[in-house]
């Protein structure tokens, strides 16, 4: 009795794009062979996907009927899911977009500009005046990933810190530190 209830299980099919792909929006072809029992033979079928800007990881589009016929004139749904595959030095958090920069200490305690790479090919060169703590964040709006349910809008970039320290100090610039900093 559950043998024809097998068969109504959507087909599902990754489809994997890269994070500058899903910040502009594209349009992916998938191409999938379908079992047909009126023929007995595979079918091709093409499914367009018009990705919008800003769409995230595990976002379904559905293809009603188009995949293996369970049932002469009845067939599976299709379903695709969007997989976001790992970019090189940005991650996605929801609608925001966070860059990892490597600061020495110096810098941290100083000020220092970063640049970031944006996923519309600009560099954007962040000034940071604050003194760089290990918890310290700074926040760039509306420079992460466009917000595909309100055109327009987007997330925003985080810049999180990653303060390198020198491997060693001479006794000279261990005594300017002690005495730029005394003790409280």
Aim: charged share 30%; glycine share 10%.
């Amino acid at each position: 009795p559950m043998g024809g209830m097998m068969g109504k299980r959507p087909c599902v099919a990754d489809v994997n794009l890269s994070l500058e792909e899903l910040f502009h929006g594209t349009t992916k072809k998938m191409r999938i062979t379908r079992k047909t029992l009126s023929s007995g033979r595979p079918e091709k079928f093409e499914a367009e996907i018009v990705v919008k800007p800003g769409w995230k990881s595990g976002t379904k589009i559905t293809f009603k009927g188009e995949g293996d016929e369970y049932q002469p004139g009845q067939a599976q749904d299709v379903v695709f899911v969007i997989k976001e595959k790992p970019h090189g030095h940005l991650k996605r958090s929801g609608n925001d977009l966070v860059f990892k920069a490597r600061v020495p200490l110096v810098d941290a305690l100083t000020g220092f500009k970063v640049d970031v790479p944006t996923l519309d090919n600009r560099t954007l060169r962040v000034n940071v005046r604050d003194t760089v703590h290990p918890s310290y964040t700074k926040i760039v709006r509306g420079e992460g990933m466009p917000k595909a349910k309100s055109p327009g809008e987007r997330g925003d970039l985080i810049i999180t810190f990653d303060v390198y320290y020198p491997e060693s100090l001479t006794d000279a610039q261990k005594q300017a530190i002690r005495a730029a900093f005394p003790k409280p």
